[in-house]
């Protein structure tokens, strides 16, 4: 939805097209976490979700920081989101799956809190293509506001979802 967005390879279009992988994105953004954080935070097994973030650092999504000890005097990597996903257009690339991960890792996140915590809101709207695109283009213009705002450290982490989709049940 960015304004400046760069089609995505087919490679990068597969590596968005997971919600496993979405949500490592995000996990990853304010915080490196090593592979062990990441999927005792997915309740998932460690040996699938490297996988996930293989696919994710050789894509350029994540990047390795430098290793810092472990328990036992193991050696871990911990894995810090690039940002570079906000960067690109995948509906081009040709790879299915890509708006379904959206939807999924968004419906898996906001299960997470109480639904009363959530802002939730619908509107129905009735526009013809011109109000159409200056809709999308406007609120494409706020989030890129948002994403090139400094981080606030003592700032609360907020994710935001934005659909919007032909409403077919008030067609004739």
């Known amino acids: ?83 570079k996903s906000w960067e690109m257009d995948v509906r081009e690339a040709g790879v299915p799956g890509g708006s379904d991960a959206m939807i999924d890792a968004f419906l898996q996140e906001i299960r997470l809190v109480p639904v009363e915590e959530a802002i939730l809101t619908r509107l129905g709207l009735r526009l013809t293509e011109e109000e159409l695109k200056e809709l999308i283009e406007r609120m494409a213009a706020l989030f890129d506001e948002y994403k090139q705002r400094p981080v606030s450290p003592e700032g609360v982490p907020y994710s935001a979802f934005f659909a919007l989709h032909r409403d077919v049940s008030r067609e004739p």
Request: glycine share 6%; charged share 25%; proline share 8%.
């Open 1 to 83: 939805m960015g304004t400046n967005r760069r089609p995505a390879t087919p490679e990068e279009a597969r590596a968005l097209a997971s919600a496993v992988r979405l949500r490592i994105l995000r996990m990853c953004l304010d915080n490196a976490l090593t592979n062990k954080e990441i999927a005792a935070r997915l309740e998932a097994n460690p040996a699938t979700v490297l996988h996930h973030v293989r696919t994710l650092v050789n894509t350029g999504f994540l990047v390795a920081e430098p290793s810092r000890p472990g328990p036992r005097g193991s050696v871990e990597i911990p894995y810090r989101a690039t940002g």
